[in-house]
């Protein structure tokens, strides 16, 4: 390796004496030494900003040299299965002969202009090279990492089984103790926040279930235990993966702490032919001194800049008719909520499950995408064209991985689900997965999706998935029978780049039976993503403040449906319905035919004030002031990117007696200039609403009261 001539403030420097290969981010540095002599890349400092002359002296730390202590375990940019290594490798493989340790060598440092840097690495014995790459994408604080694996042999060789294939492992500098968080759930309860202690050991976060599931998100924050929302260091960890997933944190008794962030888990295995490769997700990561905020912030703004496929439109207000007719999807039903929804201000009209043949429940039907005869006889054509007449795009539901064991699909290609010879395959929800890594089938689905947009002249898709995996590699099957939990969600991908090469005006709103599949890799595919099944606007809260967490409001669905919730049961009033769905991509979901005049009004009024908020919800930057739970109150703060507007949204879900609640603090705003509340004309400094606080406005008496505070720059002083 030699020193790098560089530009000014490069992202990439490195140094060819001392093998030292500096990354910088914006408020950021990231130190590796790379060690020919040993085969190894050894990690030496990830936090504040350094020179790269300091990070050339900066020591790499090391456990005590003794018999029993893998003595660079955690300090390994990328450890492997073999030598004295005790730790959580990131690489393990069973070559055709059986054998399974590595010893790695140093290839080459390969700088890619100002912001890539590439590391070669092989095996001194096998046919297995891997590279290691990092990236630092230009105007934040991310970084990114993954890995490449080939087969370097020839057919005497026989094949390679990766067993662990990690995209990248993070180490972290040294603290006294660490604290994990993340979030958990379930189905309707996803995104519940949660930190806590890491323990010494392994702690292992994941899915196994085909998708990043409802139970867990495929991320993690990692503080010292004294960061909070605003101020401390946090290191945060995140994996572009929508299959199968697994990160680990390990925390070793000799004080050294990493994260290992791979797609697959235990028995996942990946098999390599002699000349072939793969290509691991890529990782992001980060690491900032202003706390959850400022992590979450720089997550929004990544993906935004760098993930989403155009994050500078505006997402438009859905109407979507599932809750309003369940199964019972008509032309003329249809056409009767399009034009309610039109009057509401509605932009986009999204017929949901029940237009396709056999569908009169969920247990026939899926696989025959062709409209219902007896419900459409003309097609679905005039039901598009009408809606667009009356101004606005046309959507449909689609779940084009799944198929019903009574449909005319399945009887034609029993083969094509998951399954294994001589089980009976499991039905959940009555259904059976469709197997994405066989090319028939994704050749199949972007057939009927290219023709179902063509011929009725669809805007958006509504993309369901609504069952995890079952029979993905049953026992017997080979070994590496389990690779639909890694290639059945790239097959996904696949299909969606190539629908959206072909139709660019289509967007596309993930969903899996709400938030079941959501991470950076579907969202570099997708415009929105449906968040919860549960529209409670209660429940809402606390999903949408752990959702916030990685994933900007710009692509959060949020629905206003009808009261009492379909769900739970609670009955809320329609302005706190409204307000909660605000906070990300508004929709609505209920059945307009039973909405009082009064109702219509006021949520004509209500769609008015979103449109004019939205660029600063959809686009700005999110400060969350209160978290569910901790209070009576919950708010959140959006701040455009300039400065000049920023909108307060407050909830106050139950009332209880007690004092007072004290004045709002704000976030992000220029202490000399002068702010004015837009419909009440008061105005006061940044340095008051910051320093001192909001006033807030009297909410409405009762449970479930909300209020809305816009605020615009006016002058300096």
């Known amino acids: ?60 730390w090391a456990e005590h040299d003794n018999s029993f202590a893998g003595r660079w375990d955690g300090v390994e940019e990328y450890p492997v299965e073999g030598g004295a290594r005790f730790g959580v490798p990131a690489v393990e493989v069973r070559f055709a002969d059986g054998s399974s340790h590595l010893q790695p060598a140093v290839d080459d440092v390969v700088v890619r202009g100002d912001d890539h840097v590439t590391i070669r690495l092989s095996d001194r014995n096998g046919p297995l090279a891997w590279d290691l790459h990092y990236r630092v994408p230009p105007g934040g604080d991310v970084l990114e990492r993954w890995t490449e694996f080939t087969h370097t042999g020839t057919a005497d060789d026989g094949d390679i089984l990766l067993v662990r294939y990690a995209s990248a492992h993070w180490p972290l500098p040294q603290r006294p103790g660490w604290r994990l968080g993340s979030v958990h759930g379930g189905w309707s309860t996803e995104g519940h926040l949660e930190r806590s202690a890491l323990r010494v050991g392994e702690t292992v976060l994941g899915s196994r279930r085909g998708h990043t599931s ?8 990692l503080d010292a235990g004294d960061a909070g929302e605003e101020h401390g260091e946090v290191w945060a960890v995140a994996l572009a993966a929508s299959g199968s997933w697994r990160l680990t944190a390990q925390r070793t008794p000799a004080g050294r702490t990493g994260v ?13 032919a002699p000349g072939s490769g793969h290509v691991s997700p890529t990782s992001i990561a980060l690491h900032t001194p202003r706390g959850f905020g400022g992590a979450s912030r720089s ?41 309610r929804a039109a009057a509401l ?5 999204v017929v949901d499950d029940g237009w396709f043949s056999g569908r009169d429940d969920d247990t026939a039907g899926l696989g025959d995408w062709t409209p219902h005869r007896r419900r459409f006889p003309r097609g679905l054509r005039p039901l598009a064209d009408e809606v667009h007449r009356l101004g606005m795009a046309f959507g449909l539901w689609v779940e084009p ?39 028939e089938v994704t050749a199949w689905a972007l057939g009927w999706l290219s023709e179902t947009v063509t011929r009725n002249a669809v805007d958006f898709l509504k993309w369901d998935f609504n069952r995890s995996f079952t029979e993905a590699g049953a026992h017997g099957s080979p070994p590496d029978g389990r690779r639909a939990h890694v290639q059945h969600a790239r097959g996904v991908y696949q299909v969606l780049d190539r629908l959206r090469g072909r139709f660019p005006h289509l967007r596309i709103e993930a969903c899996a039976g709400g938030g079941g599949r959501v991470d950076p890799g579907i969202l570099a595919r997708t415009d929105q993503v449906w968040t919860s099944d549960n529209t409670d606007a209660v429940d809402r809260l606390t999903i949408q403040h752990g959702f916030s967490q990685l994933y900007p409001a710009g692509v959060m669905s949020a629905w206003v449906t009808d009261s009492p919730n379909p769900l739970t049961g609670r009955a809320v009033p329609l302005r706190f319905r409204f307000h909660s769905a605000m906070a990300g991509v508004l929709g609505i979901g209920g059945d307009l035919t039973r909405w009082s005049d009064a109702e219509l009004a006021e949520a004509r009024q209500l769609v008015r ?16 002031l209160l978290p569910p739970g901790e209070g009576p109150l919950t708010a959140v703060q959006y701040l455009d990117e300039d400065g000049d507007r920023t909108v307060v949204l407050v909830w106050r879900p139950t009332t209880a007696f007690g004092p007072a609640q004290p004045p709002l603090r704000l976030r992000g705003l220029e202490p000399e200039a002068l702010y004015r509340d837009e419909d009440t004309g008061h105005a006061c400094t940044g340095a008051t609403l910051t320093g001192f606080g909001l006033t807030l406005p009297d909410l409405p008496a009762g449970d479930c009261a909300s209020a809305l505070v816009r605020l615009r720059r006016v002058e300096h002083r």
């Open 1 to 60: 390796m030699t020193t790098k001539q560089v530009t000014p403030n490069p992202s990439v420097e490195t140094d060819g004496a001392s093998g030292t290969v500096l990354l910088r981010t914006a408020h950021s540095s990231y130190v590796l030494r790379v060690d020919r002599a040993a085969g190894t890349v050894r990690h030496v400092h990830w936090g504040a900003p350094l020179p790269l002359g300091d990070a050339v002296d900066l020591p790499v």
């Open 214 to 221: 409802h139970q867990a998100n495929p991320w993690l924050t």
């Open 260 to 272: 290992t962030a791979g797609e697959g888990h235990e028995g996942t295995e990946l098999r390599l």
């Open 299 to 339: 997550f929004h703004r990544h993906l935004r800049r760098h993930v989403l496929p155009h994050p500078e439109e505006t997402r438009p207000v859905v109407y979507n008719s599932w809750e309003a007719t369940s199964f019972e999807v008509g032309e003329d039903g249809q056409l009767a909520l399009a034009r």
């Open 345 to 349: 201000g509605a932009e986009l009209f």
């Open 401 to 439: 991985e799944m198929v019903n064991a009574d449909s005319d699909l399945h009887r034609r290609h029993p083969d094509w689900v998951l399954h294994h010879p001589g089980l009976t395959p499991t039905e959940l929800r009555n259904q059976l997965v469709l197997d994405y890594s066989r090319p």
């Open 609 to 624: 004030d979103y449109k004019e908020i939205r660029p600063l919800v959809q686009r700005g930057r999110q400060f969350r």
